[in-house]
Each structure stands twice: as C-alpha cells, then as structure tokens.
C-alpha cells in the first residue's frame, strides 16, 4: 500500500485554505446538466476527453485489486461501464477469499490513486501551483462558517479550498490516529486544462481533460482508467453487459 508522510492530516494541516467565494468555480456550475445522473451532472461536458477511474479494491494485507481481476475471478466483464456489483454479482458481498477482502472505497478517490494521478496531470496544466478543491459539505467532513459562500453543484453543495496540486491526496476529516478522511470531490487547476470529480455515492473517479492527457492516464500503469463520455450512465444499473445483480440497499 503506497502510503505518504501527508496521509492522515486533515486540509489545514497540509495547508489547504478554505475561501470564502466559489468565483473560481461558478464556471463549472454554469456548464454541468441538472442531477441527471451522468457524468454531465459532475463534469463540463465540453472537454475533448473522458475517463473513468476505478478506485481498487484490496486485500486483507493491503494489496490493491483491479476490477478487471475481480471480473476474471467472477467470469465477468471489465468494460467502461461496469458496476461493481455487476462484476462480482452482489452488492452485498463482504469478500472473495483469494480474490479481495475490502471493496472499493466508496465516495472518495483513495491517496495512493491519487497521487498516481496528480503525476500526471502535472504535466498537462500551466498552474500546478493554484488549484481549487470542492468538498460536499453533507460528508460531515467539513465545517464552514454560515457566511461562506457554498458552491452550488447538482445536488451537492460544496465548500471550496485553495492549494497546489501536490495537496490533490488530501484526506478531509482525517486524524494521525484515523489517517482515513475523505477526499476533495471536485478539483481543477486555475487553467481549467482539467477538472476531476468524485461523488459521494460511486466508487470509481471522473475526470475531463484533453485527448493527450486522457490517453495518458489511460496508458498509466498505476492507474486502472478506461475511457468515459459524457452521457454514461451513474446509476447502479449502468452495465449494460453483465447481469445486473439485486438493487443495492432493496
């Protein structure tokens, strides 16, 4: 497991600054579709690119997974679309020995993939140095004073904070005793070259970004992407190859 001297310090630890406007994401909220339940709803929908991040899997001794494994282990498909209750065949599943024991983190990208990510994305902003991170305020993560400004996206009202790139990892509600937060659920450098989303309720990351930069984040090894578009589905019932399994929580 790829731990960093920075897991387990919350956002004013690792320097992040809390700001009491959403100027710098008013453009985001202007672009993105109502809460359609696309990636629409998460990102603008006019970046040349798409991926979809899959945050792993792991095993009791901390090994990371791919769903792309646990679909062979399953006889299932790993396609762009995929669920993870479609691939294992339950949502209800706590485990498959030999295969994986602690599924997906759910509603925060894990720092270890993060930092894999910010690697590069560095490469494809001229303003590594300014970023802004959007939090869902209803995490109970965060508590920002009455008079700052929320930004207003699809059904999740965000607090925004101001940092470099390198702070992308940060782990909003954690402790040195409970290293495990959550993490920022929007960011996007000042260039608006790219913009990453998390929400709350699915496992895996989105982010818009150029063709190059896409193509290199699916190319990366560390990292397990496919490629997204903008009108695919978020819902539990988006795989459109395998059996769908019970509605979760029914």
Do not use: K
């Amino acid at each position: 497991m790829d731990r960093s001297a920075a897991d387990g310090r919350d956002w004013d630890e690792r320097g992040l600054l809390m700001v009491p406007e959403v100027d710098a994401g008013q453009w985001i909220v202007n672009r993105v579709h109502g809460f359609d339940h696309t990636i629409a709803s998460l990102l603008p929908p006019d970046y040349p690119a798409y991926a979809r991040i899959f945050h792993p899997a792991a095993t009791a001794g901390g090994r990371t997974v791919r769903w792309a494994d646990v679909a062979a282990a399953n006889g299932t498909a790993a396609h762009p679309v995929m669920e993870w209750g479609s691939i294992v065949g339950s949502w209800d599943t706590l485990g498959q020995p030999g295969v994986w024991d602690d599924d997906p983190t759910q509603g925060s990208l894990p720092p270890a993939t993060a930092r894999a990510l910010t690697t590069i994305l560095r490469r494809f902003t001229g303003t590594s140095a300014t970023c802004w991170f959007g939090h869902w305020e209803g995490s109970g993560h965060v508590c920002a004073p009455s008079d700052y400004q929320r930004l207003p996206m699809p059904g999740r009202d965000m607090v925004l904070f101001a940092g470099t790139l390198d702070m992308a990892d940060t782990q909003f509600g954690a402790t040195r005793r409970f290293p495990v937060g959550m993490s920022a659920h929007l960011w996007w450098p000042d260039d608006r070259a790219w913009c990453v989303a998390t929400d709350v309720d699915l496992m895996t990351t989105y982010l818009g970004a150029s063709e190059d930069c896409i193509d290199a984040v699916l190319a990366d090894a560390d990292l397990e992407a496919l490629p997204a578009r903008t009108d695919q589905s978020l819902t539990w019932d988006g795989d459109t190859v395998n059996p769908l399994p019970t509605e979760p929580d029914s």
